[in-house]
Nanobody
């Protein structure tokens, strides 16, 4: 059974840092697309960062240079290090996973989501 459990959210002041973690079970993070999404109340989810099975990464323009996605194979865990946090980064953050064979990883079936962790950045 695939399960994703996020942790590491919290409240910080602008300019601070947080590291979000997503512990995966039921599959190997090395052969899956892994990503972080965020969502504000009443808005759709937006992809913050993604790491593919080959290790290539991509980032939302507004977090480039401030965020780093990585994974620890031994711990089967995904991370998102976020620095220089801004009030506009205040969102619920979700971990996502999809099998590496999918052409569109975040659509359709076989896409898995965590329960989310809240990040609040105060000015």
């Amino acid at each position: 059974q695939v399960q994703l459990v996020e942790s590491g959210g919290g409240s910080v002041q602008a300019g601070g840092s947080l590291r979000l973690s997503c512990t995966a079970s039921g599959f190997n993070v090395d052969v899956y697309y892994m990503g972080w999404f965020r969502q504000a109340p009443g808005k759709g989810r937006e992809e913050v960062a993604r790491i593919d099975s080959d290790g290539s990464t991509s980032y939302l323009d507004s977090v480039k240079g401030r965020a780093t996605i990585s994974k620890d194979s031994a711990k089967n865990t995904l991370y998102l290090q976020m620095n220089s946090l801004k009030p506009e980064d205040t969102r619920m953050y979700y971990c996502a996973a999809a099998p590496g064979w999918k052409i569109s990883p975040w659509t359709g079936t076989d896409t898995y989501w965590g329960q989310g962790t809240r990040v609040t950045v105060s000015s």
